[in-house]
């Protein structure tokens, strides 16, 4: 496949390169827009971004907007007048609670009104974390901690019928020490679940090109192959390796793991944010190919109304298991 797409640049490099001179761009600017971006939270207050949109051809940074109205609204209903944070954030002393459907107004001298709606989800729950097929070791050494890991882990969890759901998997290791402080460390997993084989999702299964210890999260999916269903997903963990140090002017006790656990993560997306994430990924999957640069743009999504940007939630449910 790589090489096709090099036989089609040699073919059109005549045509890119061989003409210098400068073309003057005659269209005109479009008016910008305001753009809203928020990720509102359960059991926080409402917090959201407002700024300009700029034309293609300025280069310079987005402007912040401090001088717009945001209302609050819920159930038809007006809340609360947001408060100007700086920087172009604006935040309310409403706490958003799960089950809400809440509505941002913006207005601002200059610009068209805008408005986004989403809703504050109530997560799923991962039920059951099997690590049978989890082989790991963890040793010690003189000054350092070592973890490795290869296997099978098997997630359940059950889908709400009711509704279309959207959701993300994270995997990672979480580390306790001695004096109470945690860390937190990624693990790439790999699937051949069919979650990840829905229309619009390219994805390498190959088992022979990846570890676990780096790599790229799944992107997110969609409950459309498993709606209502009680699922147990499987996923891959391969030649994961970490390890932890101290030297002599730490204090040992302080810097040694007294606990490790494995944790899968089952977060839940409003549709706006899983459409915004399926259709950047094509948006920057399409500027690898040569072809693509004489196709119409991709439209990343935005549920703004009268603006551009994205109005959304996401709730996570983590689940760990001790490594020992």
Known sequence: MKIKYLYMVLMLMPFLFSCEKEIEFKGGEVKPLMVMNGFLQSDSAVK???SASRFF???RDFKALGNAEVELWKDGAKIENLVYDGNGWYKGSCIARQGDVLTLKATCAGYDAVEAETEILRPTPLLQIDTANLAHEITYDKDTYYL???GDIDLVFQDDADKENYYELNTY??????????????????????VYHQSGTELNFDDDDYDSTYGEPYPPFS????NGKKYSMKIK?????????????????NQIPVRTEFCAELVSLTRSIY??????????????????????????????????????????????VELK
Do not use: C
Not at 223 to 226: G, P, R, S, T
Not at 284 to 313: A, M, R
């Open 173 to 194: 290791i979480k580390l306790y020490y001695a004096d109470g402080h945690t860390s937190i460390h990624s693990v790439y997993f790999k699937s051949d679940a069919i």
């Open 237 to 253: 963990i391969k030649d994961f390796h970490f390890y932890s140090y101290w030297t002599d002017n730490t204090n040992y006790s």
């Open 57 to 59: 051809l300025d280069d």
């Open 223 to 226: 409950d459309e192959l498993i």
């Open 275 to 320: 459409l915004f994430s399926t259709t950047r990924k094509t948006a920057l999957d399409s500027y690898n190919t040569v072809v693509e640069l004489f196709s119409e743009p991709v439209q990343i999504h935005s549920n703004v109304k009268g603006g551009i940007g994205l109005l959304g939630n996401f709730e996570r449910a983590a689940k760990g």
């Open 148 to 150: 490795t890991m290869n």
């Open 48 to 50: 959201v971004h407002l």
